[in-house]
């Protein structure tokens, strides 16, 4: 059964504390990307990767990392320097192939709440 | 230059009536636009796309006009139904594994 997988579902976390949120994708995609939610704002990008070890910065990059040491998983942490990190996280996958469509595949989300 | 406006933000139907959702960008270079729908609490599904070789794209009771001389393409859901009641998104990108680029957001209620 492929797809992209995010856990948890609901994180809580305290002021000043890194989280990292977990992606999984078992559709042998080579790009992966992290946007945020939040109300009335769409979908912001935060992180994207193209290939392993490998990622750029999206438009909202500040407080956050990644690492990309295997073509599944692309995880995100929080870290306490972000300020706001109160938000719906999603992560997506696709193809990332030129000359291939962009269709970007989303995983269910994280909701992060700081306490 | 790498923004999609969309527009309404909120919108409002009548069940069997039609939805149109605008969006409008500037870099040319684009050409995939696809449509996402988004349920509360979910993460966005793809709904439908289109390139810019053609002028509208069908399914079922989706369809995508494009305009490129304009530089806008919209959504038209045809006898919309209260399932229909979601957020939808378009958004736009250089074809292969360049970021897409997302509009704001419609968030779309259907009434009875």
């Known amino acids: 059964d492929g797809g992209i997988t995010q856990s948890p579902k609901y994180l809580f976390r305290k002021e000043g504390q890194n989280v990292t949120l977990s992606c999984e994708q078992n559709?042998?995609?080579?790009?992966m990307y992290w946007y945020r939610q939040d109300p009335g704002q769409g979908l912001r990008l935060i992180y994207y990767?193209?290939?392993?070890?490998?990622?750029q910065k999206g438009d909202i990059a500040e407080g956050y990392s990644v690492s990309r040491e295997k073509k599944e998983s692309f995880p995100l942490t929080v870290t306490s320097a972000q300020k706001n990190p109160t938000a719906f996280y999603l992560c997506?996958?696709?193809?990332?192939?030129?000359?291939?469509?962009?269709?970007?595949?989303f995983g269910p989300g994280t909701r992060l709440t700081v306490l | 230059q790498q923004q999609v406006k969309q527009s309404p933000q909120s919108l409002i139907v009548q069940k069997g009536g039609i939805s149109i959702i605008n969006c409008a960008y500037e870099n040319t270079a684009f050409d995939y636009f696809p449509w996402y729908q988004q349920f509360p609490g979910k993460g966005p599904a793809l709904l439908i796309a289109i390139r810019p070789d053609v002028s509208e794209k069908k399914e079922g009771r989706f369809t995508i006009s494009f305009n490129k001389s304009a530089k806008q393409f919209s959504l038209h859901i045809m006898d919309s139904q209260p399932g229909d009641s979601a957020t939808y998104f378009c958004a736009a990108s250089v074809s292969g594994n360049t970021p897409l680029v997302f509009g704001k957001g419609t968030r779309l209620s259907v009434i009875a």
């Open positions: 559709l042998n995609h080579d790009a």
């Open positions: 997506a996958s696709s193809i990332g192939r030129r000359g291939r469509d962009n269709e970007q595949f």
């Open positions: 990767s193209q290939i392993v070890n490998d990622f």
